[in-house]
């Protein structure tokens, strides 16, 4: 594949995704920094340190800026103000100033931190995003929702900081963990049963091209799923009507995750048994098209995510989901009429609704 460019035309704040394999080595020609920049924080994490840090930083040395590197602990634990100081410190220390810039080398966890210390540093700085996950690069690099997470929940503290540029390496999956790789094709196929169905087509017909992560596959994925999310939120940047359509799958999602602590599963993990839920329920209202359910199954079953295997205690379950932030007077699910069409349905039947949690066993 070689290079694409999916625009983000957010109001505003326009920028572009730029997809392509090896684009950490040729960076400089994507970046669009700001004019006046004369240094960058890189924020990023050991792991991808390792990989991508030199290729990073002589790509953004090529573009004319003094490059620091601030490492950060890994992994979701680590998303929390705490970590959130250190970053702000370590710019204190470069200085960074306000006409510079931070790039966010990792996955959704740097990026979402990296991008809300940008957000508030020196009341907002330029940031450039480098995801490395499949979850970060079609869903979490896009749209600019940044934010840390409190004890008493996800995401609680936060901002929406747009990027100047959001740079798409293809090459960065080949060191991805598998089970990483498995999880990111469970957001994308969300794309696929909520806007563009020919996403399913690709991960059905070449399913484990697309677990290898191997670019020629997932390149035109990916490319789909950006510009997906892209058309969401630069119809609804800030989040009601059609973006809410992006959390197919989530409302279970998001209860299995709370319950299990999100020790158990990866999100892309709990989002595949999310969407099993919903084709289900879709079904039993009669909103989705007959086999959606055992088509989701099917797919995600061969892509290597959980399909059942959940020991939820429903009433458990229920209490979970009716604080869900998106409740109203009952939980908001957001349905697949046949791939490619979602709707929003207010409270379905709480009876049926148990039901199918009961069906993920
Ligand atoms: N801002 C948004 O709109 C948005 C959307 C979805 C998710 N998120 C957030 O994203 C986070 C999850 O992101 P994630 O799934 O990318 O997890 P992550 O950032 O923790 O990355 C997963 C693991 O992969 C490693 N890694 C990353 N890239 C690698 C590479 N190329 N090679 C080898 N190892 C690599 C990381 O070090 C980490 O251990 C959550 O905090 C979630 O809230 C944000
Ligand atoms: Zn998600």
């Not at 710019?91 to 470069?94: R, S």
């Not at 008493?152 to 900081?161: P, Q, R, S």
């Given at each position: 594949m070689?290079v694409?460019?999916?625009p ?15 684009l ?27 990989h991508y ?10 573009a ?5 590197v ?20 370590a710019?204190?220390?470069?200085p ?8 966010a ?11 809300f210390?940008a957000?508030?540093w020196n ?26 997470n ?12 747009q ?42 017909r070449?399913?484990?091209a697309?677990?290898?992560?191997d670019?020629a ?7 789909r ?6 058309r969401?939120?630069a ?14 799958g ?17 999100h892309g ?5 999310g ?36 020991d ?15 409740a ?30 009961r069906?993920?066993?």
């Open positions: 070689s694409a460019t999916v983000v035309p957010v109001p505003g704040a326009p920028y572009d995704g730029v997809i392509g394999p090896g950490l080595a040729r960076l400089d020609a994507h970046l669009a920094l700001p004019p006046a920049a004369r240094r960058a924080a890189v924020v990023t994490v050991e792991p991808v340190r390792a840090g030199k290729r990073v930083a002589a790509a953004l040395a090529a004319g800026v003094a490059v620091d601030v490492t950060v602990p890994d992994g979701e634990d680590a998303k929390t103000l705490a970590t959130f100081e250190r970053v702000q410190r710019f204190a220390a470069i960074l100033g306000r006409d510079d810039v931070v790039v080398l990792g996955g959704g966890v740097v990026g979402d931190l990296a991008g210390a957000a508030t009341r907002g700085v330029a940031v450039v995003q480098l995801p490395t996950t499949l979850l970060a690069q079609v869903d979490a690099a896009i749209g600019g929702k940044t934010g840390v409190l004890p008493e929940g996800k995401n609680l503290v936060g901002a929406f900081h990027p100047r540029a959001v740079v798409i390496d293809l090459a960065t999956l080949a060191t991805l963990p598998a089970r990483e790789r498995r999880a990111g094709l469970g957001e994308v196929a969300k794309y696929g049963f909520i806007a563009d169905p020919v996403v399913l087509d690709l991960l059905e070449h399913p484990d697309a677990v290898a992560g670019p596959v997932v390149g035109e994925i990916v490319r799923g950006v510009t997906v999310k892209a969401i939120v119809a609804d940047e800030r989040e009601s009507g059609d973006r809410a359509l992006l959390n197919y989530h409302t279970v999602a998001h209860a299995l995750e709370t319950l299990s602590g999100y020790r158990r599963y990866r993990e709990a989002v595949a048994l969407m099993v839920a919903a084709a289900r329920l879709g079904e039993r209202l009669g909103v989705s098209e007959a086999g959606l359910a055992a088509r989701t199954v099917a797919l995600l079953d061969r892509l290597g995510l959980p399909t059942g295997g959940v939820v205690d429903p009433a458990a379950a229920r209490a979970v989901l009716a604080r869900d932030k998106k109203r007077d009952g939980v908001r699910f957001v349905l697949c009429r046949r791939p490619g069409s979602a709707l929003l349905v207010d409270a379905p039947d709480p009876v049926l609704v148990e039901e199918v949690l069906s993920l066993a």
